[in-house]
């Protein structure tokens, strides 16, 4: 993912992020359909660059997810999912240095997208 500079902090750009998550969903009603709520942990492994983009820094942040959507069926297993959540950091890198300048991950990195889906 490719965070737009808009949610990056002053100064810096290209924050970049492979994310590798291991989370589990409840649905309220069965055959996945309807509301859901999830949880889990995630790795972010992540790089950044300042505005004057000479080094680019990599770094890595541990988050708790919490996340809540809802199915909708689109034709038989097919359903499409928008949903929003919060990630809440709990370890990893937190002082990163990159060119003159030293770059803090956010405490809290809300999220929101819609899923496309298919189950058995």
Do not use: C
């Amino acid at each position: 993912m490719h965070k737009p500079n808009f949610i990056v902090k002053e100064g810096f750009t290209n924050n970049n992020v492979t994310a590798y998550a291991l989370l589990g969903d409840y649905f309220l009603n069965k055959n996945w359909k309807g509301l859901w709520a999830g949880a889990g942990l995630v790795l972010w492994k992540s790089s950044i660059q300042t505005d004057k983009k000479i080094e680019t820094s990599y770094y890595n942040t541990w988050l708790l997810n919490g996340s809540i959507g809802y199915n909708f069926t689109v034709y038989k297993n097919l359903y499409l999912s928008p949903w929003a959540g919060m990630h809440v950091r709990i370890a990893g890198d937190d002082k990163i240095r990159v060119d003159d300048k030293t770059f803090s991950p956010p405490l809290l990195n809300p999220e929101a997208s819609v899923k496309l889906g298919i189950f058995l």
